[in-house]
Nanobody, 125 residues
Framework: QLQLVESGGGLVQPGGSLTLSCGASGPTPEYYAIAWFRQAPGMEREGVLCIGSSGRSTVYADSVKGRFTISRDNAKHTVYLQMNTLKPEDTAVYYC??????????????????WGQGTQVIVSS
C-alpha cells in the first residue's frame, strides 16, 4: 500500500512561485501514476496535473497551462508541482494521489486509489 505526504504549501504573493512535493513510501512507487488535485473553499475538487510512470504528463486544468509543471524524481520517490505566476484563484488545498500503472496509461483514466492529506496554498497580497 502506498502512502503519500505532501509538503511545500504556504502563503505566497500573486505572481510568485511555489514548489509542492509529494513523497511516496511503499512498494515500487516508481510504477505509479501520480497526480495533483486541488480543492478551493466551497468548490469541488479538481485535477491539476498528472505524471505517469514513464514521465509523461497530462494536464487536467486548462487554467494552469503554461504556469504549472509536474515532474518526478524516482530515486527520491517524490513528485513535484512547480507553480509559477500564481494567482489568488490558485488558493486551495493541494492533494497528491496515486494509482498503479501497468500497461495502461492511468493519468487518462483519472481514477486514483491513494491520497495524501493535503497541503494548503494561499495566494494573497
Amino acid at each position: 500500500q502506498l502512502q503519500l505526504v505532501e509538503s511545500g504549501g504556504g502563503l505566497v504573493q500573486p505572481g510568485g512561485s511555489l514548489t509542492l512535493s509529494c513523497g511516496a513510501s511503499g512498494p515500487t512507487p516508481e510504477y505509479y501514476a501520480i497526480a495533483w488535485f486541488r480543492q478551493a473553499p466551497g468548490m469541488e475538487r479538481e485535477g491539476v496535473l498528472c505524471i505517469g510512470s514513464s514521465g509523461r504528463s497530462t494536464v487536467y486544468a486548462d487554467s494552469v497551462k503554461g504556469r504549472f509543471t509536474i515532474s518526478r524524481d524516482n530515486a527520491k520517490h517524490t513528485v513535484y508541482l512547480q507553480m509559477n505566476t500564481l494567482k489568488p484563484e490558485d488558493t486551495a488545498v493541494y492533494y497528491c494521489a496515486a494509482v498503479f500503472e501497468g500497461v495502461q496509461a492511468m493519468c487518462a483514466m483519472g481514477r486514483f486509489d491513494y491520497w495524501g492529506q493535503g497541503t494548503q496554498v494561499i495566494v494573497s497580497s
